[in-house]
Nanobody, 126 residues
């Protein structure tokens, strides 16, 4: 089993920045990729950014490119999402997710991930 705990959400003004963290524990040794998703009220959960656990290849949704940066610290088993130039439409609950040791090219669908955190609220005021 794997446990994921997000932190770092909060209220920020448009144009500001936040850094989300996701601490992973448990059987993370066979992880293939981790990702960030978000879900706004009344909307489906959507992919934001992903990173392969070995090699650190990153990939982003178009809405995140140029503003968000995903990174990981394998020694600390921690995933990060640096969010800059935040906009009102970035308001959502942000979730981190982990995909087990099954190869996939840039997994972006929620059903491609096996474990989820509880989410952290990000609210951007305009």
């Amino acid at each position: 089993q794997v446990q994921l705990v997000e932190s770092g959400g909060g209220l920020v003004q448009a144009g500001g920045s936040l850094r989300l963290s996701c601490a992973a524990s448990g059987r993370t040794g066979s992880s293939y990729a981790m990702g960030w998703f978000r879900q706004a009220p009344g909307k489906e959960r959507e992919f934001v950014a992903g990173i392969s656990w070995i090699g650190g290849r990153t990939y982003y949704a178009d809405s995140a490119k140029g503003r968000f940066t995903i990174s990981r610290d394998n020694a600390k088993n921690t995933l990060y999402l640096q969010m800059n130039s935040l906009k009102g439409e970035d308001t959502a609950v942000y979730y981190c997710a982990l995909r087990g040791g099954r190869a996939s090219v840039q997994p972006m669908r929620p059903d491609e991930y096996d474990y989820w955190g509880q989410g952290t609220q990000v609210t951007v005021s305009s």
